[in-house]
């Protein structure tokens, strides 16, 4: 049976984005088109398909990246490239999917 409506959300790092060499890089592109895929084969059915990007997030991984280049450094690095000038916070992000998968979302 396939569905007349839903929501459907993936999260991406924003390193799909930039042209610097990693290994994951073409990894998250790639799950972008698939979700634009996914998006223009279901928007006939009534699902909708969020990606979200949300660029460096404070989080433990931060402090273990930082045991081998020092917290300071790397938080110099990631700010540098940071319009807003700060990090984001988890919850920050858990809101908008939360958002975005409810009924208020459009």
């Known amino acids: 049976m396939e569905r007349e409506s839903g929501k459907l959300q993936e999260d991406h790092g924003f390193n799909g984005l930039t042209a610097l060499p990693h290994h994951l890089r073409s990894n998250q592109s790639g799950d972008a088109l698939y979700a634009r895929t996914w998006a223009a084969e279901f928007k006939g059915r009534g699902i909708r398909v969020n990606t979200h990007r949300p660029g460096v997030t404070d ?19 990631y700010l540098n490239m940071i319009p807003i000038g700060r ?7 858990a809101n908008a999917a939360v958002f975005l998968g409810s009924d208020q979302s459009s």
């Open 87 to 93: 990090l984001a916070e988890a919850v920050e992000i």
């Open 59 to 77: 989080t433990p991984i931060l402090d273990s990246q930082s045991e081998t280049q020092g917290r300071d450094e790397v938080m110099k690095m």
